[in-house]
């Protein structure tokens, strides 16, 4: 069993030519998408399939964006990551439909062992990640390998999320923990106490 194979089932591996030679190509287009000029969606999307990287539709990577291999990230429609996303994705990162990212939103699928001994082998692992539907993550928030968020949260900035999420609650802090559910009440907000006006309102309303 080759080390990409050993990678692929979530064993220990470790980086060898052959898949530094995947993380080049990954790389080469990336660092092309983050050359673009932002807003550019035609040839954006041009280097993010160059990267591999799978996409139901409208996505978009505020410059710049980093990521390991690309073939490992599986995106919705309607996704949006503000400025320095980076995605470790030595395992596969699976991203639902209208999720929005703060900026310095980091995504960690990969790690290395506690021990010194085994560290210093040079093994390395990578575990899941995945993201629900609708689910916003603030800004400088990370979440680590094995994590599987719920769709409707939301991440407060600045968290650290060890474990699960579970759907439609709020959460935060380092560790990351549910602080609490989001309720229909929270409909008619746009921050904190302050209310949308009728004009907005009436928009709000109408979506489910």
């Given at each position: 069993?080759?080390?990409?194979?050993?990678?692929?089932?979530?064993?220990a591996y470790i980086t060898d030519e052959a898949i530094v030679e995947e993380q080049q190509r990954a790389k080469r287009a990336i660092r092309r998408y983050n050359a673009c000029m932002p807003f550019d969606l035609?040839?954006?999307?041009?280097?993010?399939d160059e990267a591999g990287i799978c996409h139901k539709g409208e996505v978009y990577f505020e410059p710049p964006f980093?990521?390991?291999?690309?073939t490992h990230i599986e995106v919705g429609e309607n996704f949006y990551a503000n400025a320095y996303c980076t995605m470790l994705d030595v395992a596969r990162i699976r991203i639902g439909d209208d999720v929005?990212?703060?900026?310095?939103?980091?995504?960690?699928?990969a790690g290395h062992?506690?021990?010194?001994?085994?560290?210093?082998?040079?093994?390395?692992?990578?575990?899941?990640?995945?993201?629900?539907d609708r689910v916003w993550i603030g800004g400088n928030c990370v979440i680590l390998p094995g994590v599987t968020i719920g769709s409707d949260s939301v991440i407060a900035a600045g968290s650290v999320v060890t474990k699960d999420v579970p759907p439609g609650v709020v959460a935060g802090k380092n560790p990351c923990?549910?602080?609490?559910?989001?309720?229909?009440?929270?409909?008619?907000?746009?921050?904190?106490?302050?209310?949308?006006?009728e004009e907005v309102w009436e928009v709000i309303r109408r979506i489910e």
């Open positions: 069993m080759d080390n990409r194979e050993r990678r692929d089932r979530g064993m035609e040839e954006g999307l041009r280097c993010l980093h990521c390991e291999y690309g929005l990212f703060g900026p310095n939103v980091s995504l960690y699928t062992p506690i021990h010194p001994a085994s560290r210093k082998s040079g093994y390395e692992y990578g575990i899941p990640i995945t993201i629900g923990r549910v602080i609490r559910s989001i309720t229909e009440d929270d409909r008619k907000y746009y921050y904190k106490d302050r209310v949308f006006d």
